[in-house]
């Protein structure tokens, strides 16, 4: 039996008065299950302005699984305070996404990282942090 094969098997049965019965065969495939982690993925950003609300445009990359990433959980931290998840993305394949930070205090400091996961629940490292510090004064 090995896994990630199709494995047949054949079995008689043979009751108190020694009649044997006819052979029941039955193939079935063996899996092994994904234990291997997406690749750590890379986060880069810009700030910017549309209409007057303050915008971080954040940009992951490095999207890649042996099997396939499900989703991408992106993390911020608002001056200072806790992480906590501000989105997840599905990225359908691809191996880069965007994502906009939209209507922002432009005052307020964010920093944000990413990670991978895949159709298993295996994790991958967190990606690098990105982090704008925000202008106090509001006169950017």
């Not at 899996?31 to 007057?52: A, C, K, M, R, V």
């Not at 191996?95 to 922002?104: F, G, N, P, Q, V």
């Not at 298993?120 to 967190?126: P, R, V």
Request: hydrophobic share 25%; charged share 20%; no cysteine.
């Amino acid at each position: 039996v090995a896994a990630g094969t199709l494995n047949t098997f054949r079995t008689t049965f043979t009751d108190n008065s020694g009649n044997v019965s006819s052979p029941l065969t039955e193939t079935i495939s063996i899996s092994t299950p994904d234990t291997t982690p997406p690749e750590e993925p890379t986060l880069t950003g810009s700030e910017g302005y549309n209409g007057g609300s303050f915008h971080i445009d954040l940009y992951v990359g490095n999207i890649y699984d042996n099997i396939g990433v499900d989703y991408i959980t992106i993390m911020r931290s608002v001056n200072g305070g806790t992480y906590s998840v501000l989105d997840t993305d599905n990225p359908n394949g691809d191996t880069s996404i965007e994502y906009r930070d939209a209507s922002l205090d432009d005052t307020n400091n964010y920093r944000y990282y990413v990670f991978a996961t895949d159709a298993d629940g295996n994790q991958s490292t967190d990606s690098n942090i990105y982090e704008y510090i925000g202008d106090p004064d509001g006169d950017l």
